[in-house]
């Protein structure tokens, strides 16, 4: 996919931000404070994403079943109507 490596790059770009150590300098002990706070952030809008995904996924399968029903009695409606051969359905 054309994204596959944003997710990491972005992560790694954070916790470079968060420590203020460009890319080739090396990450020390004293940086693991400013990372963790940064991993906790980074887990927290992660979390929230992930269960505003699940809701939404919940109620889109919900709407999608509701659908499937109403079509289905729908469509044995128009059959119920098309062999009687009458059109006042």
């Known amino acids: ?3 596959d490596n944003a997710w990491n790059q972005g992560v790694w770009y954070a ?9 080739p300098q090396p990450l020390s002990v004293e940086d ?6 940064e991993c906790r952030r980074i887990m927290k809008i992660t979390s929230a ?11 889109w399968f919900a709407s999608a079943e ?3 029903l109403y ?8 059959l119920n109507c098309s062999r ?6």
Do not use: D, I
Not at 84 to 89: E, I, L, R
């Open 15 to 23: 916790l470079r931000s968060a420590t203020g150590r460009p890319s």
């Open 49 to 59: 994403v992930y269960t505003s995904k699940k809701t939404l996924s919940k109620r």
């Open 71 to 78: 079509l289905t009695k729908y469509g044995l409606s128009c």
């Open 66 to 68: 509701l659908l499937n």
């Open 32 to 37: 693991l404070p400013a990372q963790g706070e």
């Open 84 to 89: 009687k051969k009458t059109t006042a359905c």
């Open 1 to 3: 996919m054309k994204f």
